[in-house]
């Protein structure tokens, strides 16, 4: 099993700034892209940001030129820095990671326990 550790949600106002962070650990696995997804209240989760192994980086529309998805490859960590923060930013924000089985070579999906932002206007 990989487990995600997220951090760093919470309260603030709009044109706010934030950083999230996840934490993956896991010995028997390698940690390939992790990423970030949120879910507001009534909605689908959806795609935040992702970033790969070797740092190559995806961003959804509607956070590009505010949000900056990075990565610690040594400590299996990636962070969300989240700028100019909008109500409609309001979710609970998801870290994932596909990782591959060292023992079976098999691929995939943990997800993190979510952490809450809310952004008020």
């Known amino acids: 099993q990989v487990q995600l550790v997220e951090s760093g ?5 709009a044109g706010g700034s934030l950083r999230l ?6 010995s028997t696995f390698s940690i390939n892209a992790m990423g970030w997804y949120r879910q507001a209240p009534g909605k689908q989760r959806e795609l935040v ?4 192994s070797g740092g190559s980086t995806l961003y959804a529309d509607s956070v590009k030129d505010r949000f900056t998805i990075s990565r ?8 969300l820095q989240m700028n100019s923060l909008k109500p409609e ?14 023992t ?3 691929s995939y999906r943990f997800w993190g326990q979510g ?3 809310t952004v008020s206007s």
């Open 9 to 13: 949600g919470g309260l603030v106002q």
């Open 21 to 26: 962070s996840c934490a993956a650990s896991g």
């Open 49 to 52: 940001a992702t970033i790969s």
């Open 72 to 79: 610690d490859n040594a400590k299996n960590t990636i962070y």
């Open 89 to 102: 930013d309001t979710a609970v924000y998801y870290c994932k990671a596909l990782a591959v089985s060292t």
């Open 104 to 106: 079976g070579g098999n």
């Open 115 to 117: 952490t809450q932002v």
